[in-house]
């Protein structure tokens, strides 16, 4: 869609409920994970003898990974962060990339480093829940950051160096007599 707010539910979905519902070990996923209560193991369901959590659970991953950096035009977007490299063709067929270093959300910086050069955009999601992001080129402050999508459109030298840095204070939301915690994206505690 273009949208940045769907990128921004598809990063709280995927650090709070599907990571919530693998198990540390990777080897199982459960049918539903209550804020509170027991975590329902999804085998036997819909009357078939098989776990459709287990088996469509790994597809997550992939989501998650096919929404992170994609290009569109002559803009190369990056919606999710995480380490790796990300590359893309633009629409006349350059094929353009970043090296991407973090440990988001644990850590509230990212650091991305062109591979190629060339002349194209570098669009970048802010997320919404942070209030005071920072992106620098260079060593450079950039103005005008702000939640949605940042751009930035110039000549791209390889090793130019790009680094997000989103402050992540933790922010208490108060709802029907319940308190929940989050840090940036991701949700502490509820009670």
């Not at 080897?27 to 469509?56: D, I, K, V």
């Not at 035009?73 to 991407?100: P, T």
């Not at 790009?162 to 505690?189: E, I, K, Y």
Request: net charge neutral; charged share 25%.
């Amino acid at each position: 869609t273009m949208d940045p707010k769907w990128a921004d539910e598809f990063e709280k979905t995927f650090f709070n409920a599907y990571l919530a519902a693998c198990r540390p070990d990777g080897g199982e996923f459960a049918m539903y994970t209550p804020l509170s209560g027991s975590r329902w193991h999804g085998q036997n369901h819909c009357r078939m003898h098989t776990n459709c959590c287990n088996e469509n659970g790994p597809r997550g991953f992939v989501s998650f990974l096919r929404t992170a950096a994609f290009a569109k035009g002559d803009a190369f977007y990056l919606n999710q962060y995480v380490s790796g490299i990300a590359e893309a063709a633009l629409a006349d067929g350059r094929k353009v990339g970043f090296d991407v270093y973090t440990l988001y959300p644990a850590e509230e910086g990212v650091q991305i480093a062109a591979r190629a050069a060339g002349k194209y955009k570098l669009v970048l999601r802010i997320p919404a829940w942070c209030r005071k992001p920072v992106v620098k080129l260079n060593d450079k402050d950039l103005e005008g950051v702000k939640p949605g999508y940042f751009e930035i459109d110039r000549e791209w030298q390889a090793g130019d160096m790009v680094v997000a840095w989103f402050p992540m204070d933790v922010v208490a939301h108060v709802l029907d007599g319940h308190v929940a915690f989050t840090r940036g994206p991701v949700l502490l505690a509820r009670d």
